[in-house]
């Protein structure tokens, strides 16, 4: 089922989630309609807290940067195996120089920026089995990990721009929390007092 995502200015996505534990009542049906809602949106990445739950899961999904239009594999390639859940996760070590890359975010439609982050992390996590790892990421790969795992704390990428770039942004946000947005997937507004 595609479930509504909710926009910006919804409380949700400034709480900071909280962890699961085995046996968490409707995890498998809710990992499966977040990777249903992700596609629908076109999304490479979503936070549960983006369809109402404050709790640490996030789910990616970049294979299709692996291919291009015709089929042929790109200098992104090793990203054909990277769909996968992430339950409790937490960035255990962030390292390198900062580097700029334009993200968006479903919750935050119309508007991409660059934001700097570190190119290589390493990420604690269990699996939708619970299987604890923790895994290098680097590159893009790592990028989309860090924009997730930053919903979970409550943090949107819009927070990691210059002061100036955000007070420039303000009227747009504004507008996407009050429904003015074009989007063509579902979102959920919260009315702004
Ligand atoms: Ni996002």
């Known amino acids: 089922m595609v479930l509504p995502i909710r926009a910006y200015g919804d409380p949700v996505l400034k709480k ?16 499966a309609d977040m990777f249903e809602t992700m596609y629908e949106a076109s999304g490479v ?12 899961l996030f789910i990616v999904d970049a294979s299709p ?24 996760p937490y960035i255990v070590e962030e390292e390198g120089e ?7 975010c479903l919750s935050i439609p119309g508007i991409r920026e660059p934001v700097e982050r570190q190119p290589r992390i390493v990420l604690q996590y269990q699996d939708e089995r619970f299987k604890e790892h923790e895994e290098a990421f680097e590159g893009f790969a790592a990028r989309v990990i860090q924009h997730e795992h930053d919903h979970l704390d409550g943090v949107l990428f819009t927070d990691h721009l210059p002061p100036l770039r955000r007070r420039l942004l303000q009227g747009k946000l504004r507008d996407i929390s009050r429904g003015k947005t074009d989007a063509k997937y579902k979102l959920r507004f919260t009315p702004v007092k």
């Open 16 to 31: 900071v989630a909280k962890d699961i534990e085995p046996g968490h009542p409707g995890l498998k049906q809710l990992i």
């Open 45 to 56: 990445g979503l936070a549960a807290p983006q369809v109402g739950h404050s709790i640490r």
């Open 65 to 88: 940067f692996a291919e291009d239009d015709e089929g042929k594999p790109t200098e992104d390639a090793h990203l054909k195996d990277f769909k996968k859940v992430f339950i409790n």
């Open 98 to 104: 900062a580097w700029p890359f334009e993200e968006g």
